[in-house]
T-cell receptor, first 114, second 115 residues
Framework: GAVVSQHPSWVICKSGTSVKIECRSL??????MFWYRQFPKQSLMLMAT?????????EQGVEKDKFLINHASLTLSTLTVTSAHPEDSSFYIC??????????FGQGTRLTVV | AQSVTQPDIHITVSEGASLELRCNYS??????LFWYVQSPGQGLQLLLK??????LVQGIKGFEAEFKRSQSSFNLRKPSVHWSDAAEYFC?????????????FGAGTRLAVHP
């Protein structure tokens, strides 16, 4: 299957700082990318959907000013957690889809805010 | 309400035993259906998917799933479980609401395998 690379795999940051997570599709062009958040032992909750060159569509309850998503090219989407707080600590996973119906997932990023 | 339900939060089986993980959905039209597996601290790997056609779908690692329209179910099965199958399993759907949009996940079933 296609490869989606997510970076970094884990990050620790201080409260009040911002953290950027990258999601790259390595061998295909991703027209759509999705960002999920997963709390320990829970399911994946969709945060937002982004299409290349347009604004992301956020799910209800997700703060768009806190979780900035940029999908500037067909192979790269970034999620920036702004002014991070301990409650933002979580596992963030991206997925990327081309024109077909299958989405491929990155390996996830463990964010810890201290 | 539209949803994906995995009734079993946690299942334990013995190595070599058969396995069935349940998944039910409640959408008006038949959605696209998927099963994913997640190892601890890792992303998701697609096991199999159903779009249309044959209702018995074969996947990787010896898994299969059967789509039953009358029961709105898409249960995952494996005839003989290996210790390496211990992981979290997620059923997911892409509902039809104006075209493909997003993947909706069930709560997941954590599988433990006893030697």
């Amino acid at each position: 299957g296609a490869v989606v690379s997510q970076h970094p795999s884990w990050v620790i940051c201080k409260s009040g700082t911002s953290v950027k997570i990258e999601c790259r599709s390595l061998d295909f062009q991703a027209t759509t990318m999705f960002w999920y958040r997963q709390f320990p032992k829970q399911s994946l909750m969709l945060m937002a959907t982004s299409n290349e060159g347009s604004k992301a569509t956020y799910e209800q309850g997700v703060e768009k000013d806190k979780f900035l998503i940029n999908h500037a090219s067909l192979t790269l989407s970034t999620l920036t957690v702004t002014s991070a707080h301990p409650e933002d600590s979580s596992f963030y996973i991206c997925s990327a889809r081309d024109l077909e119906t299958e989405a491929f997932f990155g390996q996830g990023t463990r964010l810890t805010v201290v | 309400a539209q949803s994906v339900t995995q009734p079993d939060i946690h299942i334990t089986v013995s190595e070599g035993a058969s396995l069935e993980l349940r998944c039910n959905y409640s959408y008006g039209a038949t959605p696209y259906l998927f099963w994913y597996v997640q190892s601890p601290g890792q992303g998701l790997q697609l096991l199999l998917k159903y779009f249309s056609g044959d209702t018995l779908v074969q996947g990787i690692k010896g898994f299969e799933a059967e789509f039953k329209r009358s029961q709105s179910s898409f249960n995952l099965r494996k005839p003989s479980v290996h210790w390496s199958d211990a992981a979290e399993y997620f059923c997911a759907v892409v509902p039809f609401s104006g075209g493909y949009n997003k993947l909706i996940f069930g709560a997941g079933t954590r599988l433990a395998v006893h030697p």
